[in-house]
């Protein structure tokens, strides 16, 4: 990138982003992210979407139809010409070649920032990384990044989606609320970082509000290119199973002899979910993923090592049997919430 003061740039230049272009608007969090943008007022955002996309997407959007899909990405490179930056929201399962392609020709495009799909563990844990079979994802990307050094990539540190995760179903926080059933982990105490879907759109929305390059050498506000090429933290609760098991309660006026308690090891149930992905069962890929999340180093309590970046994005505190209670209303159909 060109100097890191906003005085030192050419003739013309304005210290902001204003053209943002999504993949994924329409998705689960995609839907989020670009509702909250559109909300700031101080973006232009276009869609990037599939031909035959049925998916219904936030009004107030720009909206160019690309095979992103085939060899050829002289259509992508030419509709991402002139944005600042890309999100790309996919699921977890996607394609890394899809990823890596739309990173290609943002980079042919000149778009300097690139968020490239990573919105959940903590990129710097190897570990737990290692553990979720995330790893593989993340070096790829970082790999592309290092390859093209002209763009870089921002990383959304958040861990699981709260109301996702608490409604859809056993094999994620261990709740089923169609079948008023609880599978508690150990002795779930384990502590870890947890977002809601609005939290994260209203991360995004204010990482892409400040200004890109400090005014000079004076200005010590916030800015986007200090997030270059590293990881913004955030959280909404950061809470035990217990906790969770608790606000459910609230929300619900029950005890524990209204439910059906059952208990596992977490590492037990880590252990053969991983071998069952690794033969080929990618069903329970999910049980795999959030049990590991649950295990006694607490891995996911990043907050305890790491300042969050919640007061520097403005960012509100949550009540958490407010979204409970959203999770519960999604929960009573997770069937379709895991298809997602």
Known sequence: MASKYASSQPEGFTNRIEKVAIVGAGGSIGKHLTEALIKTGKHTITAIARPKSTSK??????????DYSGDDDAALVEALQ??????????????????????????KAG???????????????????DDSMLSANRDSILAE????????????????WYEFSLGGGPDRFGFDFKNRSFIQFDEHDVVFNTTTWPQCG???????????????ESDKSPTLSQFANSSVYI?????????????????????DSDWTITHESVIQRWKESRAAVEKGDFAVFPRMLYSRMFFPTADGDYQSRLELHNDLLGLPIEDLDEFTAIAMKMGMNYEVVKGH
């Open 57 to 66: 997407l936030p009004e107030g959007l720009n909206i160019v139809h690309v």
């Open 202 to 216: 209203r991360a995004i929305a204010s990482l892409l509000s400040l200004k890109e390059f400090p005014d000079d």
């Open 82 to 107: 002139g944005q600042q930056a890309l999100i790309i929201t996919m699921s977890v399962t996607a394609s890394r070649g899809t990823v890596n392609k739309l990173v290609c020709a943002a980079a």
């Open 235 to 255: 959280s909404s609760f950061r809470v035990s199973q217990r906790d969770m098991w608790e606000s459910v309660k609230r929300v619900t006026d029950t005890t």
């Open 111 to 129: 778009v300097p920032y690139i968020l490239p799909n990573w919105f959940g563990h903590d990129d710097a844990n190897n570990s737990l990384c």
């Open 145 to 160: 990044f290092s390859a093209l050094k002209s763009i870089s990539y921002i990383f959304l540190v958040c861990n699981f």
